[in-house]
Nanobody, 121 residues
Framework: QVQLVESGGGLVRAGGSLRLSCEVS????????LAWYRQPPGKTRDLVAG???????NYEDSVKGRFTISRDNAKNTVYLQMNSLKPDDTAVYYC???????????????WGQGTQVTVSS
């Protein structure tokens, strides 16, 4: 059973930094794309940053230059380094993993339980 375990959330003042981690375990197949999403109170869950198995990254516009996504394939872990945090970054952050299957075309999506990030002004 595939599990995603997140850590690193918390309360920080505006301008501060946090680093989120998410370890993917229990998969017998390759972990393809990894990503972080966030869901502010009363809003939808939206993509923050993603990274392919080869290291190609993409970011939501409001976090470009402030957030950095990275991964350690040996540890099946994805990180999100968040700098210059703003109150608007306050949200529950979710880790997402796309995992392969037996056939080359098979993919399966998994989510972490979410970790709260609160940025005070």
């Amino acid at each position: 059973q595939v599990q995603l375990v997140e850590s690193g959330g918390g309360l920080v003042r505006a301008g501060g930094s946090l680093r989120l981690s998410c370890e993917v375990s229990g998969s017998d197949f390759s972990v393809k794309r990894l990503a972080w999403y966030r869901q502010p109170p009363g809003k939808t869950r939206d993509l923050v940053a993603g990274i392919s198995s080869g290291g190609t990254t993409n970011y939501e516009d409001s976090v470009k230059g402030r957030f950095t996504i990275s991964r350690d394939n040996a540890k099946n872990t994805v990180y999100l380094q968040m700098n210059s945090l703003k109150p608007d970054d306050t949200a529950v952050y979710y880790c997402h993993a796309r995992v392969g299957g037996i056939a080359w075309y098979e993919t399966y999506d998994y989510w972490g339980q979410g970790t709260q990030v609160t940025v005070s002004s």
